[in-house]
């Protein structure tokens, strides 16, 4: 008799037919590792872990974390990438990815080329916080004097090349004012600053500055998303002044590339059920950030529209790879 685990069988999979091996059809038959390429504790490690537990019970196998910190995330996408494609290993792409291949020289990985996108987990815009006292309640005034007092505007941002960095550059340059970059290591740091007037604005996720704006010492004033966030519906967006003009962070989960698409239909297609949870959705709207979800093509398309999109506005800004 044949032995089933040595013949191609034909299966038919989210309504498609696909050829797939014995090993695919059983998958998974062992242990999921998940690559964070961040520190525990961090926001995408606590979402990650949410979201392991809830497919650790889907797929009735563990899917377990491995924190990889280091280099603003590269250190853990560069594991990915040199994973063995076999889909025990997945890890986690966030935005930021997109921006690093235009910003460092001879980084180790193309973010379009190297992974096989599963799906997104989350994303949310930026929103543009001042001091209280700042003299601009909305978009049109914050411009109106930014053009009338060129020299007296800095920013504060995580670093060159991340999403609160990319995000101002991107109003400076679609209003025509100047501003001064002032990166700093934390949002905690730069959101204190702005309080303080030290620096007159930033960009950020909403639930980093929310103490404050809740406290009465800053108040928001536009929002980078493709829609007004639950959370702040009175916020209008940057696109409402500047059609077309937003920019979302994101997170999603991916694998490294030639992992078979029999398994990356699977995995999509278990995470989408567990985004669909009403408890997951509410805990993502607190934050400021919505659920994600769509196809593997969905991601793959968004992270070539974003690598192009802040490449855009890095080129615009002068800023050189180092």
Known sequence: ?????????????????????????????????????????????IFSRTITAALSDRLKQQVF???????????????????????YTLGILVSANAAQPWLIKDIAFDIRRDFAPIVMLYEGPLVLTVNKTFPADNLDEFIKYAKANPNKLFYGSLGVGTTTHLAAEMLLQVAGIKATHVPYKGSGEIHASVAAQEIQFSFDNYISPRPLVDAGRLKAIVSTGKKRAN????????????????????????????????????????????????????????????????????????????????????????????
């Not at 498609?16 to 014995?22: A, E, T, Y």
């Not at 974390?65 to 594991?79: D, F, H, Q």
């Not at 940057?238 to 699977?266: C, D």
């Not at 690598?307 to 800004?317: H, N, W």
Request: charged share 20%; aromatic share 8%; glycine share 10%.
């Open 1 to 45: 008799m044949i032995r089933l685990c040595h013949i191609l069988i034909s299966i038919y999979f989210l309504g498609f037919g696909v050829l797939v091996s014995c090993e695919e059809a059983n998958y998974p038959s062992k242990p999921i590792k998940l690559i964070i390429p961040y520190g525990t504790g961090t926001g995408v490690d």
């Open 231 to 322: 959370l702040i519906p009175n916020v209008p967006l940057m696109s409402e002044t500047y059609p077309g003009v937003e920019l979302n962070y994101w997170t999603g989960i991916a694998a490294p590339l030639t992992t078979p698409k029999s398994i990356i239909e699977k995995v999509n297609f278990e995470v989408q059920s567990i985004l669909k949870s009403p408890t997951l959705i509410a805990k993502l709207n607190e934050t400021g950030s919505e659920v994600g979800g769509g196809s593997p093509a969905d991601f793959d398309q968004r992270i070539k529209d974003d690598y192009d999109r802040f490449g855009r506005i890095i080129k615009t800004a002068g800023i050189k790879a180092e």
């Open 65 to 87: 974390i491995e924190n990889k910190p280091g280099m603003s995330a590269i250190v853990g996408v560069t594991a990915l990438k040199n994973s063995v494609p076999d889909g």
